[in-house]
């Protein structure tokens, strides 16, 4: 069994992101994210703060609109015109959740796709579904690097994804479908939820429930790429699966923490300079 090692990937990805902000630099493009940041939700506003830390760190100018808990739809709207109209901005990235008087499908819908880094704009989306390059979600963007980084070729594999959601699920089940995995994909209504798990070669999940995945689900030798993140009864974060009975069972596995965290944060940096790179190219 081999760990696929995402923290010191994206120690990596960071220190190549560095040299790439600097060529920018020289080229009179300082890469700027922007985010929004909306309540005191406190999970939101530490993923936030490590979003902010890594930008500093690669050079990434960022800044970070803090908006109260009840401010109106209107006002996030009005901010996000004035971010994609600002020349010096590249990225735009709305914290989730939003607070349940705000639609998020709104919301989303108009940060300018060009400047879309989280990739949740439906214009990315379609693109991303069509097989277009477009801005893909940072978290399962990342899995496909780390996969990448270990050689994994997907073709022809057995996939299942555990877990249907827009940021997670669902774009991770598109990456892989062009990557031309055979996929399988899960959600709360799936009937027999080991008959799926078990057949997997590749099996990715997302859900956020500790144990979901237990060693009777997994085959043997199948690669495992727990996505989720909890925090168990000890405060400890673990991810959605038995890791100590599933690892020994496996040929790949990311660790939770450690796995596909760690390459969320970094795939956004590669997304913000890719969105730099495409400054010329904006009308
Ligand atoms: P979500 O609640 O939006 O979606 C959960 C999905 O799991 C849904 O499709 C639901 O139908 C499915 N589900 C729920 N219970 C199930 C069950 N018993 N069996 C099968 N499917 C079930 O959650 P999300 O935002 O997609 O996040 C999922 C997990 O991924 C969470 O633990 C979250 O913290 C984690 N996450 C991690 C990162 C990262 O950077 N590693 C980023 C985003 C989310």
């Given amino acids: 069994m081999q760990l696929l090692d995402g923290k010191q990937l994206s120690l990596q990805i960071k220190e190549e992101a560095k040299v790439e902000v600097a060529k920018l630099k020289k080229e009179g493009i300082t890469p700027g994210l922007a985010v929004i940041l909306v309540g005191d939700d406190p999970a939101s506003h530490i993923y936030v703060r490590m979003k902010e ?59 300018d796709p060009q400047k879309d880094v989280d990739g949740f704009h439906p214009c990315n989306v379609g693109k991303l579904s069509l097989g277009l390059d477009a801005f893909a979600p940072c978290t399962p963007l990342g899995v496909m690097t780390l996969l990448d980084a270990y050689e994994i070729d997907l073709k022809g594999l057995d996939a299942c994804v555990v877990g249907a959601s827009n940021i997670v699920g669902k774009p991770m089940m598109n990456l892989i479908l062009n990557a031309f995995a055979t996929v399988d994909i899960c959600h709360i209504h799936t009937k027999d939820l080991k008959s799926h798990t078990k057949r997997a070669d590749i099996l990715f999940v997302g859900v956020g429930k500790i144990n979901l995945i237990t060693e009777d689900m997994v085959k043997e030798g199948a690669i495992v790429i727990d996505i989720g993140i909890n925090k168990n009864s000890e405060g400890k974060i673990v991810g959605d699966v038995d890791f100590e009975a599933v690892a020994p069972k496996c040929s790949y596995i990311t660790p939770v923490p450690g796995g596909v965290g760690p390459m969320t944060i970094s795939t956004l940096i590669q997304n913000t300079i890719k969105a730099a790179k495409q400054r010329e190219h904006q009308c």
């Fill in 53 to 111: 830390s890594s930008c500093e760190e690669v050079g990434i100018y960022s800044i970070i609109h803090k908006m109260p808990d009840d401010i109106s739809e209107e006002k996030i709207l009005e901010t996000i015109a004035m971010m994609n109209k600002n020349p010096n901005i590249d990225g735009i990235l709305v914290q989730l959740p939003l607070p349940p008087h705000i639609s998020e499908e709104r919301v989303l819908a108009m940060i």
